[in-house]
């Protein structure tokens, strides 16, 4: 479980976030939508130590990752995975180097144990017969999964996902957030998926934070969000045609 | 005030660099590509400057010194003396801070746009340390043998030039590079080849690790590793000059 208490980020005069806080469920997918711009990335920077809040603490299972040591940081870090919206694989490297990276870093074992744990986990994101190509070689879907399965290499107790959907076509999108699923049930993360895809939300959402000019401003599970009346919570959520007509379709059934 | 920063947090990134090693073996064999890719690498640039520039400083030598008074081995004698004491360890570091310092600060600015450092980061991988570490070690190994094979070359380029072109008879050029030889003069440049290596990497690795934006900030850090390093290189020479041969 990870808790946010109080946590407040501003960029010289400019206030990012402010006086958040929330409980972000272990075995769930935990989600933080907001629009562009309303400071949900940075909340998530923040949570995994990129970026230092002004106010408030972050506490991983109790533990306030903001008041330890670097020896204790450098520890919760290799326990978090984290697939970034641009995938960051790294170009030098091939797709199995990749997958192999943290597992070289940190785990013990033969070459050969590693890179048998790194084709388990691209074979668990359907990556398969792809091990010698570069990033640059496949496609912006498949590096996203080549992201997720060198997130889950080490076996993390946290994964963080930043648009995990962006760039991505809707069949592709909804394999991701399937896949983020099922693997949070597997391996029981904590898992934060920052998005502002509805169609995410619907599919995965189990607790659901609403991020909105820097502050917390909703909270609650899927079924919960369709029945806001919070105005801005709905602005949001019904903004494309699609949810509209979710939105008529559940009103003429009442 | 800006400079301060600037001081302060690249001797904070230094501190970051010479931190643990998560993997001594890992940075090893970093260490040893990276010594492949900005020292075995630039060595066809810096033999044909070498061989290209000594040639040229033995035949301006002679035009500028022909005199009665003034015995043939001279020119021999002043071209060892500018290809050790200068053109090798300075010019080619110049030139190196070019070709190595925008390879570093574009590399390493293009993973921080590209979010790779901070992939790095979250993973409890000391970044600056993985990134810069086996790059400057790199660099302060190799550069000092590319340096001794600028010196060879220039002096070699220098007598072939002159034979050539009928400046200078071999045995007299031959005679002027053994006349007053002071090896401290080779291990002058040589501690100036290092710390200028020093200079190159850090400065550059600085520019391309704090990077923000995207690819045209790459490119200004770029410039900028290349600019500030070159400037950095020439007041540590004469620092350097001042306290090592006065």
């Known amino acids: 479980m990870i808790e946010v208490q109080g946590l407040s980020k501003r960029f010289g005069d400019n206030q990012v976030l402010t006086d958040i806080s929330a409980v972000f469920e272990q075995g769930k997918v935990n989600q933080i939508i ?16 990129l970026h230092r809040p002004e106010e408030g603490r972050v506490l991983y299972n109790g533990r306030s990752f903001h008041d330890m040591n670097d ?12 697939l970034f919206q641009s995938s960051a694989l790294f170009d030098s490297l091939t797709v199995l180097a990749n997958v192999m990276f943290p597992l070289k870093m940190f785990a013990r074992g033969s070459e050969e144990e590693m890179r048998e744990r790194a084709r388990f986990c691209l074979d668990r994101v359907n990556i398969v017969d792809k091990d ?22 080490m076996e993390p107790k946290y994964l963080f996902c930043d648009e995990p959907n962006s760039g991505l076509d809707p069949q592709t999108a909804i394999l991701i957030d399937d896949l983020i699923k099922e693997l949070t ?3 029981n993360t904590t898992t934060i998926v920052v998005t502002h895809d509805m169609n995410s939300v619907m599919e995965t959402g189990e607790n659901i934070i609403f991020i909105h000019q820097g ?33 008529r379709a559940r009103d003429a059934g009442r | 005030m800006q400079i301060l920063f600037h001081f302060g947090r690249y001797f904070l990134l230094l501190k970051d660099v010479f931190g643990r090693p998560e993997r001594f073996r890992i940075y090893w064999r970093r260490t040893l590509e990276e010594m492949d890719l900005l020292g075995v690498q630039s060595l066809g640039i810096v033999a044909l400057l ?10 301006q030598t002679k035009t500028n010194i022909d005199s009665p008074l003034i015995q043939a081995w001279v020119v021999g004698f002043a071209t060892r003396q500018s290809v050790i004491l200068e053109f090798s360890p300075t010019v080619i570091s110049l030139i190196l801070a070019g070709k190595v310092g925008s390879n570093i600060a574009a590399e390493i600015g293009s993973m921080r746009v590209k979010e790779q450092i901070d992939a790095l980061d979250i993973m409890g991988v000391n970044s600056a340390g993985y990134l810069i570490l086996p790059k400057l070690a790199a660099t302060i190994l190799i550069n000092p ?17 002159g034979v050539q072109a009928g400046v200078i008879s071999s045995d007299d050029f031959i005679l002027g590079i053994q006349t007053g030889f002071k090896p401290f003069h080779v291990t002058y440049a040589l501690i100036k080849t290092v710390v200028f290596a020093f200079i190159i990497t850090t400065i550059s690795a600085y520019q391309g690790y704090f990077t923000r934006g995207g690819t045209r900030e790459v490119g200004i850090s770029s410039t900028r590793a290349v600019v500030y390093s070159n400037v950095v290189i020439l007041l540590a020479n004469l620092v350097l000059t001042r306290v090592l041969l006065l």
Do not use: H
């Open chain 1, 71 to 82: 020896e204790e940081k450098r520890g919760i870090r290799q326990e978090i995975g984290m």
């Open chain 2, 145 to 161: 043998f590319l340096v001794m094979i600028s010196m060879f070359l220039g002096i070699f380029g220098g007598w072939l030039a």
């Open chain 1, 34 to 49: 907001g629009m562009s711009g309303s400071g949900k990335s940075v909340l998530t920077k923040c949570m995994v130590g």
């Open chain 1, 185 to 187: 049930e597997e391996y």
């Open chain 2, 50 to 59: 070498s061989a290209f520039m000594g040639a040229v400083i033995t035949i």
């Open chain 1, 215 to 247: 502050r917390k401003w909703w909270q609650g599970s899927r079924q919960e969000l369709l029945n806001s009346d919070n105005t801005e919570l709905n602005e949001f959520i019904y903004a494309g045609e699609l949810m509209r007509e979710v939105k």
């Open chain 1, 132 to 153: 010698d190509l570069f990033p640059s070689q496949i496609s912006g879907g498949m590096q996203k999964r080549v992201g997720i399965a060198r997130a889950i290499a």
